[in-house]
């Protein structure tokens, strides 16, 4: 059975950024990946980066940049739409082409001597042997380290019995040109959430996500989400909407010979759903622990840490805040009430962009 000093499970952004870390460090590297064209079935995201992971050097170039020429915030009130134009520069989400992206960091691990086995799934990790078993030749692999890079159902995470907490993202393909990077103002149906259009190369990502803390009483009306999101970006037929599934469970990244990155350690970001900047991190820190510069590993996850208790807290901070403020404002209208969801949605939207 051959022995590779780390096996990651996984080609998305942590797995490729852990694998490019290892093989530049000279580690004889491996990574298993189950679809057989990696990045083309990467699964739905609205491509985007925000500021604060944008100084990382795997950023630097992003290939399909979109064209953003504005930040806008949108809210509808009673049908009608309201836009105002943020005082952000347009860089502070960029747009790009995951795809593209992800094989360009795929070959640059290849051509430093890495090895790719698609088409390949993990079924299962025998910790006491440090094996890891396939459904596909060779079957088992034995692994010196071994990073579960496999995302918000990860079987690595799995093996370490840990639960998942996931967030919901429903998100539709619109074509067209765009231009204005737009956050919308949905929130009265969502108080745990966000709405977004980003515009990507002659189309946009239009969707909204949110976090099912307490069960259904928060549950949002997706159907009046979808219509206002339509109405939004002036669509004449509604465009179809899908959902997908993010871990926002963290219980720590490294077990014995065994790291989590990305989603499978559950370090998206908890308000935004953004987890492509965090799995980037999360997977160096991994190939940074497994070279031995452990503290420095924990530095950077424990940053990850901060930035989601922060957006935990105001997520927790939201519905109690709100609901008091209308209820104390109702007597004014629904003026006041108005004023109150755009102050809120405004500072959000700051939060999230630049806090
Ligand atoms: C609708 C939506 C919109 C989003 N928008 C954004 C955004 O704009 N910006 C942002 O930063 N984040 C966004 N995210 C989150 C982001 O896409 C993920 O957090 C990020 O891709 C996580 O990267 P990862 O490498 O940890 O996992 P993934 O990208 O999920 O990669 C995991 C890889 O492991 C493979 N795999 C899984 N199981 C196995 C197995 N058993 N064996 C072998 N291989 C396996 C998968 O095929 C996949 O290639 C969005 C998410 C959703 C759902």
């Known amino acids: 059975m051959e022995r590779w000093d780390a096996v990651i499970v996984g080609a998305g952004p942590s797995g490729l950024a852990c694998g490019l ?72 989400v960029r747009t790009f082409s995951k795809r593209a992206w992800l094989q360009a960091l795929l070959r640059d691990f290849l051509e430093k001597g890495g090895e ?61 040109e765009f231009r204005t990077l737009l956050l919308i103002g949905a929130f009265d149906e969502i108080p745990f959430g966000y709405a977004y259009l980003f515009p990507q190369n002659a189309h946009a990502k239009v969707g909204f996500g949110f976090v099912p803390l307490v069960g259904r009483v928060f549950w949002p009306d997706v159907k009046a989400l979808q219509r206002k999101l339509s109405l939004a970006f002036g669509a004449s037929t509604p465009p179809v909407f899908r959902s997908s599934a993010i871990n926002l469970c963290y219980r720590g990244f490294a077990f014995e010979n065994i790291f989590l990155a990305g989603e499978a350690a559950g370090l998206a970001l908890d308000l935004t759903g953004e987890g492509i900047g965090p799995a980037v991190i999360s997977g160096e820190a991994a190939a940074l622990a497994i070279a031995g510069a452990r503290a420095e590993a924990e530095d950077s996850v424990k940053w990850l840490v901060s930035l989601k208790r922060a957006q935990r807290g105001l997520l927790a901070l939201q519905v109690p805040l709100v609901g008091l403020g209308r209820r104390l404002l109702r007597p004014f209208g629904l003026t006041a009430a108005f004023l109150l969801s755009r102050a809120k949605d405004e500072g959000l939207f700051w939060r999230i962009l630049v806090g």
């Open 21 to 92: 870390a290892l093989v530049k460090k000279g580690y004889k590297t491996l990574i298993v990946e189950k679809e057989t064209a990696v990045g083309l079935a990467c699964k739905p995201c609205a491509e985007a980066i925000t500021r604060r992971f944008q100084a990382h050097p795997l950023f630097e170039a992003l290939p399909g940049e979109g064209q953003v020429s504005r930040v806008a915030w949108v809210q509808a009130l009673n049908g009608r739409l309201l836009e105002k134009t943020l005082p952000l520069p347009a860089s502070s």
């Open 116 to 176: 790719l086995y698609e088409g390949c799934t993990l079924k299962g990790v025998d910790r006491q042997t440090s094996v890891a078993y396939l459904d596909n030749a060779p079957q088992a692999v034995r692994f010196r380290y071994l990073v579960g890079a496999d995302g918000f159902t990860s079987r690595v995470r799995r093996s370490l019995g840990m639960p998942f907490f996931k967030g919901l993202v429903w998100q539709a393909d619109v074509q067209g």
